[in-house]
T-cell receptor
Framework: AQSVAQPEDQVNVAEGNPLTVKCTYSVSGNPYLFWYVQYPNRGLQFLLKYITGDNLVKGSYGFEAEFNKSQTSFHLKKPSALVSDSALYFCAVRVRNRDDKIIFGKGTRLHILP | EAQVTQNPRYLITVTGKKLTVTCSQNMNHEYMSWYRQDPGLGLRQIYYSMNVEVTDKGDVPEGYKVSRKEKRNFPLILESPSPNQTSLYFC???????????????FGQGTRLTVV
């Protein structure tokens, strides 16, 4: 079965430090991988995606993610965290096989400490 | 403005009383889907539609119905709501043809449903 794992429920980082939010996936076929962010009382907003090509993808607000096929991972990173980055982050995968579901991880709450 | 619009934003209802949550998008997207968000469980896909008159079950379809009579609308129907359907619901859309395959989804603002 296809699945997405975000092993950390919460990540705490001091402002100015680098941050990493982890995501691993298990799919059959070539995945489309996404990161979304959710601020309080808001819908999800797209951050970045990997479809094909360069394994390092850059997205909104200074975030980037690295696709690692051998480790089936797609970790979200940022070199220097801001307090405004505090939010709930979701990793998602879409695989177009017989069906065309989109599967989300359980989410990681990121706290940036001033 | 490109957007996905859900209504209502908040709804409190009683067990067994049929309800519909509407979703409309103005971007001419082919793919539309419904999710429920529950603490500790993330987002789980309820149903999705790849185009008009084409709908498929997601991971948690039990107790829900959908229809896709027009490209822009994708209502979520709860024929007989139960308390375990209390949740935050999101509708999303994305383009799904040709070079747009793999394009990210646009989400509505969410509908918080409470079934008592």
């Amino acid at each position: 079965a296809q699945s997405v794992a975000q092993p950390e429920d919460q990540v705490n980082v001091a402002e100015g430090n680098p941050l990493t939010v982890k995501c691993t996936y298990s799919v059959s076929g070539n995945p489309y991988l996404f990161w979304y962010v959710q601020y309080p009382n808001r819908g999800l907003q797209f951050l970045l995606k990997y479809i094909t090509g360069d394994n390092l993808v850059k997205g909104s607000y200074g975030f980037e993610a690295e696709f690692n096929k051998s480790q089936t991972s797609f970790h979200l990173k940022k070199p220097s965290a801001l307090v405004s980055d505090s939010a709930l982050y979701f990793c998602a995968v879409r695989v177009r096989n017989r069906d065309d579901k989109i599967i989300f991880g359980k989410g990681t709450r990121l706290h940036i400490l001033p | 403005e490109a957007q996905v619009t859900q209504n209502p934003r908040y709804l409190i209802t009683v067990t067994g009383k049929k309800l519909t949550v509407t979703c409309s998008q103005n971007m001419n997207h082919e793919y539309m889907s419904w999710y429920r968000q529950d603490p500790g469980l993330g987002l789980r896909q309820i149903y999705y539609s790849m185009n008009v008159e084409v709908t498929d079950k997601g991971d948690v379809p039990e107790g829900y119905k959908v229809s896709r009579k027009e490209k822009r609308n994708f209502p979520l129907i709860l024929e007989s709501p139960s308390p375990n359907q209390t949740s935050l619901y999101f509708c999303a859309s994305s383009p799904d043809t040709g070079v747009n395959v793999g394009t990210e989804a646009f989400f509505g603002q969410g509908t918080r449903l409470t079934v008592v």
